[in-house]
T-cell receptor, first 114, second 112 residues
């Protein structure tokens, strides 16, 4: 079975500052990793995904994440945040073999301060 | 583009009442899922379907039933609602795995 840990439940950051949202996963087999964003009163939408290949993945809205197999991490980064980035961010994992469900982390609320 | 549509968006039930949440997708996706979202707990999978006529249990299936009689629809039923089922319910679909999940806007259910 796989699991995801998002240690930071809330991250406040000033506008135009860089941000990193942390995600660590646990799995005994190869994984696929995802970051989703949820704006207030909306469903989740995909920011980016890692399936294979380059460990640095770029997504929408200037976000990127780096897959680190040795540290079992998939941290999300943005060099300069905007007010509109205020949302909740979810890391998710699924095993690469067979059919496996997608497991979500508990989420990190990013609050961008003007 | 409609995508994934959930109805109703809001519902208040009394303990013991029953109800059905409807999820409809117009993207011809094979896979459909029902999640519940509770504060501090992220999204937890209730049931899922890998194709028309199939369903399977997720992490938290107790107290819920599902049906997928048509490819585009996935129904979530509560036979006897309990206050512990107060939550926001999300339906999602995907074309394949590890495909992107497309989410509906959620259905907020309160059980008194």
């Amino acid at each position: 079975a796989q699991s995801v840990t998002q240690l930071d439940s809330q991250v406040p950051v000033f506008e135009e500052a860089p941000v990193e949202l942390r995600c660590n996963y646990s799995s005994s087999v190869s994984v696929y990793l995802f970051w989703y964003v949820q704006y207030p009163n909306q469903g989740l939408q995909l920011l980016l995904k890692y399936l294979s290949g380059s460990t640095l993945v770029k997504g929408i809205n200037g976000f990127e994440a780096e897959f680190n197999k040795s540290q079992t991490s998939f941290h999300l980064r943005k060099p300069s945040v905007h007010i509109s980035d205020t949302a909740e961010y979810f890391c998710a994992v699924t095993n690469s073999g067979g059919y496996q469900k997608v497991t979500f982390g508990t989420g990190t609320k990013l609050q961008v301060i003007p | 583009n409609a995508g994934v549509t959930q109805t109703p968006k809001f519902r208040v039930l009394k303990t013991g009442q029953s109800m059905t949440l409807l999820c409809a997708q117009d993207m011809n996706h094979e896979y459909m899922y029902w999640y519940r979202q509770d504060p501090g707990m992220g999204l937890r999978l209730i049931h899922y379907s890998v194709g028309e006529g199939t369903t399977a249990k997720g992490e938290v299936p107790d107290g819920y039933n599902v049906s997928r009689l048509k490819k585009q629809n996935f129904l979530l039923g509560l036979e006897s609602a309990a206050p512990s089922q107060t939550s926001v319910y999300f339906c999602a679909s995907s074309y394949s795995r590890p495909g992107e999940l497309f989410f509906g806007e959620g259905s907020r259910l309160t059980v008194l």
